[in-house]
Structure formats: structure tokens, C-alpha cells
């Protein structure tokens, strides 16, 4: 499917002035998609999906609403324009409402030289069958796995254009390849499960489906025999794949749409630090061939690399173009939305100094403490920073893990935690979030 996107946002942009707007952008995005499930050696999904959305926001003085919808008729714009005006004459105003001054737009909207668009063909359903067949293969190959829950391959490609009435016009395209395989060991209540999962934007760099089986299947035979850990105050190694989730905090707490409303623990810490001296924490929307990446921002502006921290200092805050105006402050080019919504404050690919220790380092440095590779549930107060986790992983004992753990919690405090925080060596390049492990000290542990 090749939609006509930018003459979609045309004829919305026409539809807004027709039904009385001042000022309008549209987003129109086309996607298509294919899945194939794998369960104990038979297709259990398959699954493709095509479609359109389309969203307008509109301005009357400093009122705005947005709309949106799932086809591109022309009686289906003109009936949303009508719709989105009318919502907008009864909306509150907001004096911070608006679209971006024709000089802040991006001038380069030119996505080629991030090749985010994979040119080779989509891959039939026989492809993605074969790699999900083999992912569970491989993990039911190692000793000690008792079924597989599924193993997954899919396949996707999204293109969006956004045009405004102040002049800005431009779109891009990014496609996905991906594959899954969730292993389990054992049986009844002593059955344990992990996971493994591979996505890129290039179809060519897309690892080994049975790599990523035998890697689930490692992870699950790991975890057999889990018990819960003991209580008390520990340090706590976050493993690679979830350590993102403390820098994602540390970003929501930058968001200047929450900063603005007096809703964040990180209010007051413009200029101050927040990480350990050293570390960066640095933004890069432009990185070639990375999922996150984009040439301009829901608003137009141009993305840019800027460090969010420096040397453990936070430098700024996250901002669209409204967080931006209620701060009075430059935007950071940092707007994301849906077609059917407002831009709010997004961060696209993130960046943490890495350390020069390895994991195994890390491990042997913590001697006695608590190494997470998973987490569930989140208890997180956003305007204190008060937090408390869900989470299993690893015991550590005289610096080797010892035994897997499961049902036990992780407490601390945001500020404290993240200006104790030590990075491994060990974060992968081709995500979108590079954080490596990263272990903190002194973090209540409650177990059994």
C-alpha cells in the first residue's frame, strides 16, 4: 500500500479553512504489517494488516482540538474538519497553543541519508513462518526445555506525512524486522520462563532466528528452581535490558510538559546533578538505521544530538513547542504525537556514558546484592520520586550469582539512586535506547 499521503494532508488543510480554522496541521499515516505465530510446531497466528489514519488539529484563536479517522474519503475530511472546528470554538483557551513560527522548521526533511526505509521486498509469509520455525526449534533443542510458549516473526512499514498551514510539508518512512521466542523449563508451580527478542530496521541485519531461540532457551534453564531473595539493603545490578527503564525515568522526570505542571521530581534540578560526574546523557534523532530516528520532530522542528545531561549536570528540559512557551524557553524539537492527538514531550535515541567494567566486573564488585534481569508493576510517585519495583533476577554471593529469584520487590529513591548509579561496557548498538548494566548501591531488596 502506497498511499498518497502529503495530497491526504492537502485536501485536510483545505477541508480546516473551508470550516472556518485559523491555523491547522495534518498527519496522515499509512501502515502495513505481518505476523506469524509458532506454537508446539504449528502456525498458531498469521496475521497481516493494512490501513490508514488520518488526523487534523485545528486552531480558532488560541482554542484547539484534534480529530481523526481510518479512511481518506473526501466526505470523511471535509466531516472531520466540520467536527474539529466545531470542538475547538467550545474548548478552553490556551495561551500557549499554537503552530511553530515559519523560521523554526526544519530546512533538510530529507530522511534518505538515515535509511530508515528497508528498499528489499516484504517477506512473504513462508519467510516469516520459517524464521519463527526455527527460533522454537533451537530452543527446544537445549536439554531441559519442557515446551515452547511462542516463537515470533514479523514484518512492518509505516509512512507519515505532516503538512501545516505554516508551510511545512515533509514525511518519512521506516520499516521493522523482527523476531521472539519466549522458552520455558519445568513443569506446575515450578515452571519458569524468559524470553529473547531481535528487531531492526534492515531486514539484512536482522541476527539468526536460532540464535535468538537458543538464547531464550539459555535464559529460561537459568532461572529454574527461583526462590525469593533475602530482605535487607543491597546493592542492585541492572541488567542490560532493563536498565533503560532508570534513564527513561530520569527523562520523564525532564519532560517540561511535567516540569510546567509543578509534576516532577526533577523540578528544581536544572543546572544541578542528577548523575555521577562523567556521565552524559545524550539525545541523537539522526543516528542511520536505528528505529528511533526521524529528521524532524510532530511539530517540524529539525531533530538535533544534544546532551540532556553533561558530565552528571541536567541541561535542559524535554520540550515541544507548548512546554516550551510555558516555560520560556527555546523548543528542544522534542514534540511526538498520534494523528488523532496534541504533541506532548518525547525523547527519541538515548545515549548513557558507558563504563569500562563488563557485567561479570560489576558483579564481583557487588559482592552480596541483587542482579535484575526482569521487572513487573511500578509504583513510581513522579512528583517525589519514590520508587518501588516488581522484580526477578539473580542472587549474588561472594561477587558470583549464587541462585535465581523471583516475587521480591526494589525500593529506593529516584534522586538518591540515579547519583549512585555505575555503568557497565555492555550496552548494545543497534537500539534505539543504549544504556548498559548499570548497579546501584544501597536499594532496599524485599524477599522472603
Known amino acids: 500500500m502506497r498511499a498518497d499521503l502529503p495530497a491526504l494532508t492537502e485536501a ?44 487534523l488539529r485545528v486552531l480558532v484563536g488560541r482554542r484547539q482540538a484534534c480529530a481523526g479517522a481510518s479512511n481518506g474519503s473526501a466526505a470523511t475530511i471535509a466531516a472531520l474538519a466540520e467536527r474539529a472546528v466545531a470542538m475547538a470554538r467550545e474548548a478552553p483557551e490556551d495561551p500557549y497553543a499554537g503552530l511553530a513560527d515559519p523560521a523554526q522548521l526544519a530546512a533538510d526533511r530529507d530522511a534518505g541519508p538515515l535509511d530508515l526505509d528497508d528498499p528489499s521486498p516484504e517477506p512473504d509469509a513462508a519467510a516469516l513462518e520459517a524464521d519463527a520455525r526455527a527460533a522454537e526449534a533451537a530452543a527446544l533443542a537445549v536439554a531441559g526445555i519442557s515446551r515452547i ?36 523449563t519445568g513443569e506446575g508451580t515450578g515452571m519458569e520462563r524468559d524470553w529473547a527478542s531481535e528487531q531492526r530496521v534492515h531486514q539484512a541485519d536482522l541476527p539468526d532466528p536460532a540464535s535468538v531461540g537458543r538464547l531464550a532457551a539459555e535464559r529460561a534453564l537459568a532461572r529454574a528452581g527461583a526462590r525469593r ?14 536498565s533503560g527503564s532508570l534513564i527513561g525515568h530520569l527523562l520523564a522526570a525532564a519532560n517540561g510538559a511535567a516540569v510546567a505542571r509543578g509534576a516532577s521530581w526533577a523540578r528544581d534540578l536544572l543546572g544541578q546533578a542528577v548523575l555521577p560526574a562523567g556521565l552524559d546523557v545524550t539525545e541523537d534523532p539522526l543516528r542511520p538505521r536505528i528505529a528511533g530516528s526521524r ?4 511539530e517540524g522542528l529539525p531533530g538535533r544530538r544534544r546532551r540532556i545531561v553533561a558530565d552528571g549536570v541536567l541541561t535542559g528540559w524535554v520540550l515541544d513547542l507548548a512546554a516550551a512557551r510555558k516555560l520560556g524557553q527555546a523548543p528542544t524539537g522534542n514534540a511526538m504525537r498520534s494523528p488523532a492527538s496534541p504533541p506532548s514531550p518525547g525523547t527519541t535515541n538515548i545515549d ?8 561479570d566486573d560489576l558483579i564481583a564488585a557487588m559482592g552480596r546484592g541483587l542482579l535484575v534481569t526482569s521487572m513487573l508493576g ?62 546501584v548501591e544501597g536499594l532496599t531488596v524485599a524477599g522472603g
Request: overall charge neutral; hydrophobic content about 45%.
Open 12 to 55: 485536510l488543510l483545505a477541508a480546516a479553512r473551508r470550516a472556518g480554522a485559523e491555523a491547522a496541521d495534518a498527519m496522515a499515516v499509512a501502515g502495513m504489517s505481518a505476523e506469524i505465530d509458532v506454537r508446539g510446531g504449528r502456525i498458531e497466528k498469521a496475521e497481516r494488516a493494512e490501513g490508514i489514519e488520518i488526523g
Open 149 to 184: 510458549d511462542q516463537a515470533s516473526a514479523g514484518w512492518g512499514r509505516r509512512a507519515v506525512w505532516l503538512a501545516a498551514t505554516n508551510g511545512f510539508a515533509g514525511g518519512y518512512a521506516r520499516t521493522g524486522r523482527s523476531v521472539s521466542c519466549v522458552a520455558i
Open 229 to 242: 531473595p533475602p530482605t535487607g539493603a543491597f546493592p542492585v545490578l541492572y541488567d542490560e535490558r532493563v
Open 295 to 298: 529528521p524532524f520532530d510532530a
Open 352 to 359: 548513557l556514558t558507558p563504563g569500562t567494567a563488563s557485567r
Open 378 to 439: 511500578a509504583s513510581i510517585n513522579p512528583t517525589t520520586g519514590d520508587y518501588s519495583r516488581g522484580a526477578a533476577g539473580f542472587w549474588v554471593e561472594g561477587g558470583q550469582i549464587a541462585f535465581p529469584v523471583n516475587e521480591c520487590t526494589i525500593a529506593g529513591n529516584l534522586r538518591e539512586m540515579l547519583r549512585r548509579i555505575l555503568p557497565a561496557n555492555d550496552a548494545r548498538p543497534h537500539l534505539s535506547m543504549r544504556v548498559p548494566s548499570l548497579l
